[in-house]
């Protein structure tokens, strides 16, 4: 490897000018901002090898938090690989290697035979193919440039002063950060639903609703990376093979158990187990009154973080400290409004949690997810304006309770973004991650808030912590609409999850919708309407009729969809513009603009994917439309100017 690089430099059919500070294919100047083109050189300085995101840090970002090092990097990496047509599941340039950093995976040509690395084949520097007097001379800065600007060439082309730089800033770094911190990967765990191992079927709910409350509690602890209940639910009374269960959810250990409740006595025994080994590194019994079901998170997290030897910050140590009494029934309610909420039964949540609250109304967590039940029967049960007020009034009155409650911080944050508030709902996340960084569910929210402003690569990159924290987000029924925005329609498809529910049925025929693949995308959007002919499934409906030519069909259900939505105040303005999308796909152009209308009004303004979404093509032109996009756009700029300075 060079020591630094030659002022001009090739590879496929791109050329960086060093001096220039420039990135060029095939002659034309491609725009890229300064972080993204200084992240290509330091990658292009070690060509073939891995550079960790640690000296990514030192050398790019040394002065900023651990949070915005890892947001920035992740949207540098993003806009470079844009601009080099690369992508992330099949890399030809930038390769991400593991939790370790990037590689440069191009064969590099120099014109400058000094550079010539001997060992090309392994990724080095090759001779260029045109001759040496041919090369391009660096360019002279133009006689009226400014000062900052002959500044900012001089900085571009001199690797070294970089690396020196890099290293003044590392030795202020390292009165913020210990090297601990800066290397530190956090330990993946999944506790599973306990196993009912008595007669008393009425007490299954114990089984995930106590798992359950381990993952919120241990959610605090910013050294576990701890799978969400989403992600467990389905292990609920099957039998466990340890391997392939770790395999699946992607962890290095499992905490497993069962229960057996015997009238008022309750004995809960534990194993915590390394997934690779199966060696046992901890376990445990607890015997209790069936009243002290409260204490068992407690016992539980206490004997875990002990067995697992984490230190705790003192802010971590503050969160998980003992909860304070809760009225024991009330709490029994609690733990069946989990459960039926994690088997998506909001209605009988709502009831469960209700009862929860009214006996005991000091109770947090229980209005947190009282106000995700009301939240969810709102959004996919068509339950209307009047569950989105109670939701609200639900976080607010947990958030009271407990200001940094992290799952209301959450989902009071969706919520927001639901309906129309993203500016509000920002914060609240971006506060929520100051002391909970790893936590892959707060970035995945976070960037969500992102997408419905338009933020589309800031969006990406918070999606792709998420998944590097939690590789399950994926797997969860989440969706990364941002590719799919971006018009990157096969890095969406491939960031589907793989299962056939009737919500991931219906994007995966979006997506090949917008790849113009329509026969497979008739069949994903009918088979998506049969199991659960909600909103999205009959959104899906009417385009597969815009494919079979059964206009007036697909028309007639689209503004049933559009009645009922206005009728009962359904939120989820990103929805509404699927059906403004779907109008013009049918050809009401008048419908279109109406729903378009209402869905920015409501707060979805992701003004770049506006302006080139494929699917409003024939909307173009249309004063209407012009006037619509520009609300868009003001209201994207302001954001953008208000979180993004």
Known sequence: MPPTLPPLVRFANFEVDLRAGELRREGSKLRLQEQPFLLLTVLLESAGEVVTREELRKRLWSTDTFVDF???????????RDALRDSAEKPTFIQTVGRRGYRFM????STDSRHVDSKAGAGGI?????PAEKAELPKPAPPGATRSTTSRLIFLCSAGFIILLGSIALAKFVHFRSAKEQSFTPRSLAILPLHNSGQDSSSDFLGFSLADVLITKLAYVNSLSVRPSAAIEKYRGTPIDLQKVAEDLKVDTLLTGSFIRDGDNLRITYQLVDAKTEKILGQGVIDLKYDSLLTVQDKV??????ELRLSLSPSEAERLKPEKSVNPLAYEYFLQGLDFHGQHKFPLAIKMLEKSTEIDPNYAPAWAYLGAS????????????EQYRRAEAAYERALALRPNLLDAQMFFANLLVDTGKVEQAVPLLRDALKTNANNGAAHWELAYAYRFAGMLDESVAECERARQLDPLVKA????????????RYQEFLGSLPVDDSSF????????EFHENNFEQASKDFDRAYELDPTLYAEIGKALSDSIHQHRAEGLELLSGLERQIRERGVGDPEATYKIAESYDVLGDKVSAIRALRTSVESGFFSYPYFSRDPLLNDLRGEPAFEQILNIARQRHETFKSSFFP
């Open 70 to 80: 890892d947001h920035r990097l992740a949207v540098a990496v993003s806009k470079l």
């Open 106 to 109: 191009g064969q590099l040509a």
């Open 126 to 130: 090759l001779p260029s193919s045109q």
């Open 301 to 306: 997290t206490s004997q875990l973080i002990s």
């Open 374 to 385: 009301y939240n969810s029967d709102a959004a996919f049960e068509l339950g209307g304006r």
């Open 476 to 487: 969860n029924g989440s969706v990364l609409n941002t590719y799919l925005y971006m018009g």
């Open 504 to 511: 991931v049925l219906f994007y995966r025929g979006f997506g």
